[in-house]
């Protein structure tokens, strides 16, 4: 069987972040290296037999049909949502989106590299305490992970794996963002991000199930997909409305009393308005489906997000790498991504 590139990042989406269309070129940022080049595309978030493993010696099972097949089921959700840019709000199309990102987070280079840390760190912790894998309970036919058992244990837990994540996924808020003006999307080689506002200390707040879990995927250099906890969209539509009623019947209130002129009372409540702004925007966005404007300050955030959790590459069709880059100098650790602790 001939050597071949396959992706992790499918081609269809690498295209939407093309520096150069006529050559199916990416602008490419290294995070080991911190160098930037130009590649086609067919070299990029790729490797040689990425989804095949040996099987006895004399056998290579391949996972790379499954994968394409798995493509092209929800290349046709994938594509309405560019063209339209906007969600329809069907069951069909939120079940394909789901599946999407199902399948992104779990078939990356840096999934795969997790699988090693964890066992590495596992070994270590066990060594350290003076004892041995194959002597703690359940590991006594333990040997040292060979690169084709990590292939075959990962390509495996894959297939045991998406549709229990694609059903969790599907039950979020799917948002769309746009960025703001002159500014461009990046495209990480891990590029399902969580991120979570809430802290629920040593068990951690970036489970899929965990609340107020919040899920990022660059769909386009213009346009990126986010899928919050229910909580999120909901508690901010019932803080803004009990918000908005407090605020208008105190103002109310104070007209009644000589406090404010009907004049002021407006003005005061326009002021309000504006503050409120971003808020209402991101709830019309999710109750509309269309896409939700960014700011500076948003894309810092969704593009070091995009930076931390790559494992080494990092894509922007404009080829700034300013943020990339200096988020990697001033975050070391995270030079292979974001890798699983064990305590």
Known sequence: MAAENQ????????????????????SVFDKHTEKTFSTSIRNMMAERRFNDFAFDDEWIASFEPI?????DQVLPSYRKVLNDRRLDDSPEQKADLAMMLAFQLLRTKATRDQWQAIEEALVKKVEESGGRMQDVRGWEDWQPMTEERLKREHLLSIQGSIGDYAQIIALKDFVLAEPAPGRSFYLGDNPVCLANALDFGPRGNLGLAVQGIEIYMPLASDLMLCAFCLSIIEGLRETHQRAKQERESKAVSRVMKGELSAAEMRHMLDRAKITEGPVEELLSASTEG?????NDANMDYYNSLQTSYAYRYVVCQHADFALARSFNSENPALQRGRRVQVG
């Open 290 to 294: 269309r896409p939700l404007s960014s």
């Open 67 to 71: 994968a394409c097949a798995a493509e």
């Open 7 to 26: 992706h992790y990042v499918p081609k269809f989406i690498l295209r939407q972040f093309l520096s150069n269309k006529k050559r199916e070129q990416v």
